[in-house]
């Protein structure tokens, strides 16, 4: 059941992301001949006045066919005869879909929450060799952990494990009694303070247990650009050899580890509670790997546009579309021959699980 559900939540997510190409296009005139959820074969279709609506049988995305996104620029309605700031927010309009649907997701999931963690210590560990004016004190909240920004108490670890990796040392920065304060060359690592813990930093967090309207909306805006910067991040830990190709999931990992996450939850409550906080992880994800500089993907199709802009108006000559459409084309196979590759190491690693 939960794979099923999970597979639905995918595809969910990828088609919000068509209708935000959807909306913009139509907002600015271009023809769309046909716009689907989900792929393969149809099951249902309806012509409106002008696009041809179809719900076709898998459900792992969707598509906006839009007229002239060959780079044919014939046409009033052609998506290549409109200017370049209107092209720039239809491409950009999917992933703004995605991202503000991650942002009302977390925003209902924290709604339900009666209390919301927060990076101000509540305690130290005891034996905790580092408590005092020049490192930690209670009642402190970690502000910045070297050149990186918290914003949940709930990931301190990991920035720590990241910052930890080119040295023995951090610099962390803290909130007391309302002014930062820098606390410069910690040897922070981690360590047995208690059997019953495992290793750890020696932290512990406490929670705001009465959180205002205002409190949960800021809250959720600080997880969404926690999630936000989770690439440049987990590009860092691959140069640091933290991560590898095992850690990067495709779509059959994705709906692996929503499956997992419902299985194993204690409650039917956690089991939705998690599926919901993975559903705005994903969406926001989506948005932001679509923006990325790659042929195939809006952020590379964003990038090709504005350098054709760029080069046309320095050198004052037309630049045939074909050459745009040729290095899109050849991102798409190599984006595809990616997914084949991540694909099977998935299903290699969930077989080999067993």
């Given at each position: 059941?939960?794979?099923?559900?999970?597979?639905?939540i995918?595809?969910?997510l990828?088609?919000?992301?068509?209708?935000?190409?959807?909306?913009a296009?139509k907002?600015?005139?271009?023809g769309?001949?046909e716009?689907?959820?989900?792929?393969?074969?149809k099951?249902?279709?309806?012509?409106?006045?002008?696009?041809?609506y179809?719900?076709?049988?898998?459900?792992?995305?969707?598509?906006?066919?839009?007229?002239?996104?060959?780079n044919?620029?014939?046409?009033?309605?052609?998506?290549?005869?409109?200017?370049?700031?209107?092209?720039?927010?239809?491409?950009?309009?999917?992933?703004?879909?995605?991202l503000?649907?991650g942002?009302?997701?977390?925003?209902?999931?924290?709604?339900t929450?009666?209390?919301?963690?927060?990076?101000?210590?509540?305690?130290?560990?005891?034996?905790?060799?580092?408590?005092?004016?020049?490192?930690?004190?209670?009642?402190?909240?970690?502000?910045?952990?070297?050149?990186?920004r918290?914003?949940?108490?709930?990931n301190?670890?990991?920035?720590?494990?990241?910052a930890?990796a080119s040295?023995?040392?951090?610099?962390?920065?803290?909130?007391?009694?309302g002014?930062?304060?820098?606390?410069?060359?910690?040897?922070l690592?981690?360590?047995?303070?208690?059997?019953?813990?495992?290793?750890?930093?020696?932290?512990?967090?406490?929670?705001?247990?009465?959180?205002?309207?205002?409190?949960?909306?800021?809250?959720?805006?600080?997880?969404?650009?926690?999630?936000?910067?989770?690439?440049?991040?987990?590009?860092?830990?691959?140069?640091?050899?933290?991560?590898?190709i095992?850690?990067?999931?495709s779509?059959v990992?994705?709906?692996?580890?929503?499956?997992q996450a419902?299985?194993?939850?204690?409650?039917?409550?956690?089991?939705?509670?998690?599926?919901?906080?993975?559903?705005?992880?994903?969406?926001?994800?989506?948005?932001?790997?679509?923006?990325?500089?790659?042929?195939g993907?809006?952020?590379?199709?964003?990038?090709?546009?504005?350098?054709?802009?760029?080069?046309?108006?320095?050198?004052?000559?037309?630049?045939?579309?074909?050459?745009?459409?040729?290095?899109n084309?050849?991102?798409?196979?190599?984006?595809?021959?990616?997914?084949?590759?991540?694909?099977?190491?998935?299903?290699?690693?969930?077989?080999?699980?067993?």
């Open positions: 059941m939960f794979i099923l559900i999970s597979i639905l995918f595809g969910l990828i088609a919000l992301h068509e209708l935000g190409h959807f909306f296009a907002a600015f005139g271009v769309v001949p716009f689907a959820i989900g792929m393969g074969p099951l249902l279709k309806k012509q409106g006045r002008e696009t041809l179809t719900l076709r049988a898998l459900p792992i995305g969707g598509f906006c066919a839009m007229d002239g996104d060959d044919d620029t014939a046409g009033d309605k052609s998506l290549f005869a409109k200017p370049l700031w209107q092209r720039l927010i239809i491409f950009v309009s999917g992933s703004a879909m995605n503000v649907a942002f009302l997701i977390l925003l209902i999931l924290h709604g929450m009666a209390a919301l963690p927060t990076s101000r210590i509540s305690d130290l560990a005891e034996g905790f060799p580092l408590e005092g004016e020049q490192g930690f004190l209670v009642g402190d909240s970690v502000y910045r952990i070297d050149n990186m918290v914003y949940q108490g709930t301190i670890g990991m920035l720590l494990d990241i930890l040295g023995d040392t951090v610099d962390v920065v803290v909130l007391r009694d002014e930062r304060v820098a606390l410069r060359n910690l040897p690592e981690r360590r047995v303070f208690d059997e019953a813990d495992g290793p750890r930093f020696g932290f512990y967090f406490g929670r705001n247990l009465a959180p205002t309207a205002l409190d949960r909306i800021a809250f959720t805006w600080d997880v969404t650009r926690d999630i936000l910067r989770q690439l440049p991040l987990t590009i860092r830990m691959f140069t640091a050899r933290q991560a590898g095992d850690d990067v999931r779509v990992g994705i709906v692996d580890l929503m499956n419902g299985t194993e939850a204690e409650t039917t409550y956690l089991a939705v509670m998690q599926l919901t906080m993975l559903a705005a992880i994903i969406s926001i994800s989506v948005a932001v790997m679509n923006l990325l500089p790659i042929p993907l809006d952020g590379g199709r964003i990038f090709l546009m504005l350098v054709t802009a760029g080069a046309q108006k320095l050198f004052k000559r037309q630049i045939d579309p074909k050459y745009e459409a040729y290095i084309t050849a991102g798409l196979l190599l984006l595809f021959g990616s997914m084949i590759f991540f694909v099977l190491n998935d299903i290699i690693r969930i077989v080999n699980r067993g």
